[in-house]
């Protein structure tokens, strides 16, 4: 089964996570990752929502979205050039005479130390998934104390992006 990246336009009022959520979970869609934030208009949020299924599935999920009143507009950006990231914070086990060698780890992920403590080193790191997951297998045999990560965010490439409506999309264009 393939992943699918879908960006979801939702007007930015409460119980719109919920609803949302509601829908994946009433219906037996499982959400591989979600990540909501308010766009470059107070009252319009973007969910990325990552959902494993097949094209039948997504569309499925998607025609179950559009019934809510909250949704603005629904775009797979899978089938498109887009860029993703996801942030990571990781506390690990640091020795003073491990931490040159943890350091020089984050350094090759670009991974920034947030916090030190007497026994800890904690760090943020910013990239796809992948990398992501290499930097956490990296650090594991240190002892990772405590990790959070965000889900993906994405938008599309170069000039293309999601519009609130097809008038925007044509003004975009034409700047």
Do not use: W
């Given at each position: 089964?393939?992943?699918?990246?879908?960006?979801?336009?939702?007007?930015?009022?409460?119980?719109?996570?919920?609803?949302?959520?509601?829908?994946?979970?009433?219906?037996?869609?499982?959400?591989?990752?979600?990540?909501?934030?308010?766009?470059?208009?107070?009252?319009?949020?973007?969910?990325?929502?990552?959902?494993?299924?097949?094209?039948?599935?997504?569309?499925?999920v998607?025609?179950?979205?559009?019934?809510?009143?909250?949704?603005?507009?629904?775009?797979?950006?899978?089938?498109?050039?887009?860029?993703?990231?996801?942030?990571?914070?990781?506390?690990?086990?640091?020795?003073?005479?491990?931490?040159?060698?943890?350091?020089?780890?984050?350094?090759?992920?670009?991974?920034?130390?947030?916090d030190?403590?007497?026994?800890?080193?904690?760090?943020?790191?910013?990239?796809?998934?992948?990398?992501?997951?290499a930097?956490?297998?990296?650090?594991?045999?240190?002892?990772?104390?405590?990790?959070?990560?965000?889900?993906?965010?994405?938008?599309?490439?170069?000039?293309?992006?999601?519009?609130?409506?097809?008038?925007?999309?044509?003004?975009?264009?034409?700047?």
């Amino acid at each position: 089964m393939e992943k699918h990246t879908l960006s979801v336009l939702v007007e930015n009022s409460p119980g719109v996570l919920t609803r949302v959520a509601g829908l994946f979970a009433r219906r037996g869609f499982n959400i591989d990752s979600l990540a909501v934030g308010r766009t470059d208009r107070a009252d319009v949020s973007r969910m990325t929502i990552v959902v494993e299924g097949d094209k039948p599935l997504i569309e499925q999920v998607t025609k179950q979205l559009h019934k809510l009143i909250d949704v603005i507009k629904i775009s797979n950006i899978t089938e498109d050039e887009y860029v993703d990231r996801e942030l990571v914070m990781i506390k690990v086990t640091a020795e003073p005479g491990q931490r040159v060698e943890i350091l020089h780890i984050a350094g090759i992920f670009r991974a920034r130390a947030v916090d030190l403590g007497s026994k800890t080193m904690t760090f943020e790191c910013t990239g796809t998934g992948g990398k992501i997951n290499a930097f956490e297998e990296s650090l594991r045999p240190y002892g990772i104390k405590e990790l959070v990560r965000t889900g993906k965010i994405a938008m599309l490439r170069g000039s293309k992006f999601v519009a609130l409506s097809p008038a925007q999309a044509r003004d975009a264009e034409s700047a």
